[in-house]
C-alpha cells in the first residue's frame, strides 16, 4: 500500500481532529499529496492540496478550518480539522493528484463522522 489514511472518527461539531496520510518514500519524495473526501450521495471532491515545497492549496469550504501540512522524516502528510460542522462528515481519502502519474488507486479512507 503507498498510502495509507488513518485517524477518522466520531467527533461534536466545532471539535477537531487530525488525520495521517503515511506514504510510500517513491511519492511522498516527489509527488504533491492531497486530502479528498466523499460524503453519502455525493462526488469525491478535493480538499485540501500539499506540493514538496509545502505550498497549500484548500477548498473554500474549509479555508480557515483545515490545515494540511507534511512530516518528511516521517513520510507523513497531516489533515489538522477544526470548527467541524456536519457538513464535514464523509470518508476522506489521501493520494495524489488526479491525472498525476503518481495517482493511486482510491483506497479505503478514513470516516470522519461530525454529529451530536
Known amino acids: 500500500v503507498q498510502l495509507q489514511a488513518s485517524g477518522g472518527g466520531l467527533v461534536q461539531p466545532g471539535g477537531s481532529l487530525r488525520l495521517s496520510c503515511a506514504a510510500s518514500?517513491?511519492?511522498?519524495?516527489?509527488?504533491?499529496l492531497g486530502w479528498y473526501r466523499q460524503a453519502p450521495g455525493k462526488q469525491r471532491e478535493p480538499v485540501a492540496l500539499?506540493?514538496?515545497?509545502?505550498?497549500?492549496n484548500y477548498a473554500d469550504s474549509v479555508k480557515g478550518r483545515f490545515t494540511i501540512s507534511r512530516d518528511n522524516a516521517k513520510n507523513t502528510v497531516y489533515l489538522q480539522m477544526t470548527s467541524l460542522k456536519p457538513e464535514d462528515t464523509a470518508v476522506y481519502y489521501c493520494?495524489?493528484?488526479?491525472?498525476?502519474?503518481?495517482?493511486?488507486?482510491w483506497g479505503q479512507g478514513t470516516l470522519v463522522t461530525v454529529s451530536s
Open positions: 493520494n495524489a493528484p488526479i491525472g498525476s502519474r503518481y495517482h493511486q488507486s
Open positions: 518514500d517513491s511519492i511522498f519524495a516527489v509527488s504533491p
Open positions: 500539499i506540493t514538496v515545497g509545502r505550498g497549500t
